[in-house]
């Protein structure tokens, strides 16, 4: 007998950045999980990784924003965590998509209060002057969606929340012009007024929404953007864009 062997086309999985980082993400957080069973107490990337895996999963399931926040808040306790981890880590920042589009969700004290001064993990802040962040550009940004939209001052405005109505052209390649680590809030049918600036450095985009993954300056890469935009729904107020 001729034995024939079956031709199997590999076609490979191609995956975005953004989508990368959740699969990584929950790797760490079920190998946590597995050391938390064998009644370790967690260190400080494991008990984020647990928690920011929580929320991920609950926006999954349908869940809302709140409800995606007392998920990550309900994660782990601070029985769970090594000591010094609840002041380690004040808060747990993770990008979730939810049934009306990405989000950026927040869980501030995922672990409990953080520590007093002199305890373990105890972080002291020291209020600096930040130098003021001259804006090159005003958008007026709508948000046509039914919930708060929030977006921190890195993320690369032309990529945000595909429910946020504004120039979308006028917007790549900047980002908000506030303090790092700050955020702007978007009110359900709601009309703001927001101040942008250049994205600095050596100008690359890797994750977000996936919409560039490179460097913003490579010629065509902006009409390459914007027809992906345009072609995925991103909404926007310039001609062409999607509505």
Same mark, same amino acid.
């Given at each position: 007998?001729?034995?024939?062997?079956?031709?199997?086309?590999?076609?490979?999985?191609?995956?975005?950045?953004?989508?990368?980082?959740?699969?990584? #993400?929950?790797? &760490?957080?079920?190998? +946590? !999980?597995? %050391?938390? @069973?064998?009644?370790?107490?967690?260190? /400080?990337?494991? $008990?984020?990784?647990?928690?920011?895996?929580?929320? #991920?999963?609950? &926006?999954?399931?349908? +869940? !809302?924003? %709140?409800? @995606?926040?007392?998920?990550?808040?309900? /994660?782990?306790? $601070?029985?769970?965590?090594?000591?010094?981890?609840?002041?380690?880590?004040?808060?747990?920042?993770?990008?979730?998509?939810?049934?009306?589009?990405?989000?950026?969700?927040?869980?501030?004290?995922?672990?409990?209060?953080?520590?007093?001064?002199?305890?373990?993990?105890?972080?002291?802040?020291?209020?600096?002057?930040?130098?003021?962040?001259?804006?090159?550009?005003?958008?007026?940004?709508?948000?046509?969606?039914?919930?708060?939209?929030?977006?921190?001052?890195?993320?690369?405005?032309?990529?945000?929340?595909?429910?946020?109505?504004?120039?979308?052209?006028?917007?790549?390649?900047?980002?908000?012009?506030?303090?790092?680590?700050?955020?702007?809030?978007?009110?359900?049918?709601?009309?703001?007024?927001?101040?942008?600036?250049?994205?600095?450095?050596?100008?690359?985009?890797?994750?977000?929404?996936?919409?560039?993954?490179?460097?913003?300056?490579?010629?065509?890469?902006?009409?390459?953007?914007?027809?992906?935009?345009?072609?995925?729904?991103?909404?926007?107020?310039?001609?062409?864009?999607?509505?």
């Amino acid at each position: 007998p001729v034995k024939v062997t079956p031709k199997v086309l590999d076609r490979g999985m191609r995956l975005t950045p953004t989508e990368r980082d959740r699969l990584l #993400i929950a790797s &760490a957080a079920q190998l +946590a !999980r597995r %050391r938390q @069973a064998r009644g370790l107490k967690l260190n /400080a990337p494991e $008990a984020t990784a647990i928690v920011a895996d929580a929320v #991920i999963e609950a &926006a999954r399931d349908g +869940a !809302r924003l %709140r409800e @995606a926040v007392e998920a990550g808040q309900h /994660a782990l306790s $601070a029985d769970d965590v090594m000591d010094g981890v609840a002041a380690l880590v004040p808060d747990v920042w993770v990008e979730a998509v939810f049934d009306d589009g990405s989000r950026l969700v927040v869980v501030s004290e995922p672990f409990g209060p953080a520590g007093q001064a002199g305890q373990p993990g105890h972080v002291a802040v020291h209020n600096e002057e930040i130098p003021d962040l001259e804006p090159t550009l005003e958008l007026t940004v709508e948000n046509t969606s039914d919930v708060p939209i929030s977006v921190t001052s890195h993320f690369h405005f032309f990529e945000v929340n595909p429910r946020l109505r504004f120039d979308r052209a006028a917007a790549y390649g900047m980002r908000l012009a506030v303090g790092a680590g700050e955020t702007v809030r978007f009110e359900p049918h709601s009309e703001e007024t927001v101040p942008l600036c250049p994205i600095g450095g050596a100008r690359v985009a890797v994750g977000f929404a996936g919409l560039v993954d490179g460097a913003l300056d490579e010629p065509g890469t902006k009409e390459l953007a914007l027809a992906k935009a345009r072609a995925t729904g991103f909404l926007s107020t310039a001609e062409g864009g999607a509505e």
